[in-house]
T-cell receptor, first 113, second 116 residues
Framework: QQPVQSPQAVILREGEDAVINCSSS?????VHWYRQKHGEAPVFLMI?????EQKGHEKISASFNEKKQQSSLYLTASQLSYSGTYFC??????????????FGKGTHLIIQP | EAGVAQSPRYKIIEKRQSVAFWCNPI?????LYWYQQILGQGPKLLIQ????????DSQLPKDRFSAERLKGVDSTLKIQPAKLEDSAVYLC??????????????FGPGTRLTVT
């Protein structure tokens, strides 16, 4: 089953914050976050493993709530360069990692000056 | 470090024709993935290799799609015969593999296929 991302799209002014959610109906081993700009390959942002950890990457951070099987990506003080489509990719908790990812449909983020 | 290389970048074919895509992963990456990304959707895994063995091809339409990874390095994905619904971007990704742990996947620029 494909993870569900929300919202589908969001428009922000530069400097505003955003939260993108990724939910699964199946137990997850890991959640991977990627950003893709139009016509380009997805670019890796971060991985979160089951265990409910939180990670940070400059002004972009993420959390993984194992109870809810949900991950959230936080973008603070957004910059124009943050525009793009954000995808979460999930690995099921079937005994280990190193599996192919099941991606959500993506969240389109537009940052306006 | 060189990234994942793919060719061609664009391909236009007529339905029922055949087409092949090539991928060269990052040096030292044992795991290679092929994804299909239809416009407006997230990538969908087609096949996963570890070295030259297939780990997962459950979503590969085997009646028309085939893939191989000879010598555990380069890989080719073939479609024969192509259908209109195969129009998509075909992404190749690679990652290191160690003890079953999960690592980031690095994506190539993709091949945009248009079937007319």
């Amino acid at each position: 089953q494909q993870p569900v991302q929300s919202p589908q799209a969001v428009i922000l002014r530069e400097g505003e914050d955003a939260v993108i959610n990724c939910s699964s109906s199946k137990a997850l081993y890991s959640v991977h976050w990627y950003r893709q700009k139009h016509g380009e390959a997805p670019v890796f942002l971060m991985i979160l493993l089951k265990g409910g950890e939180q990670k940070g990457h400059e002004k972009i951070s993420a959390s993984f709530n194992e109870k809810k099987q949900q991950s959230s990506l936080y973008l603070t003080a957004s910059q124009l360069s943050y525009s793009g489509t954000y995808f979460c990719g999930t690995e099921w908790d079937s005994g280990g990692g190193a599996d192919g990812l099941t991606f959500g449909k993506g969240t389109h983020l537009i940052i306006q000056p | 470090e060189a990234g994942v290389a793919q060719s061609p970048r664009y391909k236009i074919i007529e339905k029922r024709q055949s087409v092949a895509f090539w991928c060269n992963p990052i040096s030292g990456h044992a795991t290679l993935y092929w994804y299909q990304q239809i416009l407006g959707q997230g990538p969908k895994l087609l096949i996963q290799f570890q070295n030259n063995g297939v780990v997962d091809d459950s979503q590969l339409p085997k009646d028309r799609f085939s893939a191989e990874r000879l010598k555990g390095v380069d890989s080719t994905l073939k479609i024969q015969p192509a259908k209109l619904e195969d129009s998509a971007v075909y992404l190749c990704a690679s990652s290191i593999t160690s003890g079953g742990s999960t690592y980031e996947q690095y994506f190539g620029p993709g091949t945009r296929l248009t079937v007319t």
